[in-house]
């Protein structure tokens, strides 16, 4: 894989020329900066800009007056290529705060090892209604330690509206919910999004994680998608780069509440 070739797309396709991720929500242009506006239960924010010093603050201020104006919570999603250099610190000073940083990596399809599969006494079932989605989310809160209700919200709304966006599996141990992991499907890019993998920590090093992995890559791959990405923790990232992802940049959400 070219990997300047693929960020530069990566850019290109899901920033700069971003698609709304899910019914609802809506993409705007204003200036250098192109941002996403959906709901207080969806993702608001900032994907992709184009600033130097000179504009930077202006641009920030800006996007603080608009979601303000709407009274909703958003991200500047900030990669550590972006510019200017000190992107990071003007946020700061502008009242937003830093969550932490993951690396995006990106992974051709077709060159992946796919072999993976899930261990002995383990299943993969897909999600397809409001109680698989229920599963995922308790899940979520587990392993997370975080409230599922946006997650839940935003996955029953794809599934009704645009299914053909979401693949969402669940690695079931008899009936219990031992992970959870789903995939973003873009229409009209080369890139399907790895989301969410997460397993108990009794169920950890089993390779579960990396059967999931490998259970949607060749889900992507069957759909003609060439490129998967992952913005991945340090936990994940040793699996990742064993499966033949790339690490391209860094990404760090950072969050401004009105």
Known sequence: MDHAHALAL?????????????????????????????????????????????????????????????????????????????????????????????????????????????????????????????????????????DASRLRHRMLAQLAATPDTLLAVLALAGDEPVSAARMELVPGTGFAGLWGGGTLPAWRGRGIYRSLVAHRARAALSRGYRYLQVDASDQSRPVLERLGFAPLTTTTPYVRTP
């Open 10 to 146: 990566y850019d290109r396709e899901m920033r700069e020329h971003a698609r709304p991720d899910g019914p609802g929500a809506r993409i705007e242009r204003a200036g250098r900066v192109v941002r996403q506006v959906a709901g207080p239960l969806d993702w608001n924010g900032v994907l992709w800009s184009r600033l130097d010093a000179s504009d930077a603050d202006a641009a920030i201020a800006e996007q603080v007056a608009h979601f303000g104006a709407l009274g909703l919570e958003f991200e500047w999603k900030a990669y550590g290529h972006d510019r200017p250099d000190d992107l990071g610190d003007r946020l700061l000073a502008a009242g937003f705060t830093a969550e932490a940083e993951e690396t995006l990596m990106i992974g051709e399809a077709a060159g992946l090892d796919l072999t993976a599969r899930e261990p002995d006494g383990v299943r993969v079932v897909p999600v397809t209604d409001a109680r698989g989605v229920d599963l995922v989310a308790g899940v979520h809160e587990e392993v997370f330690g975080t």
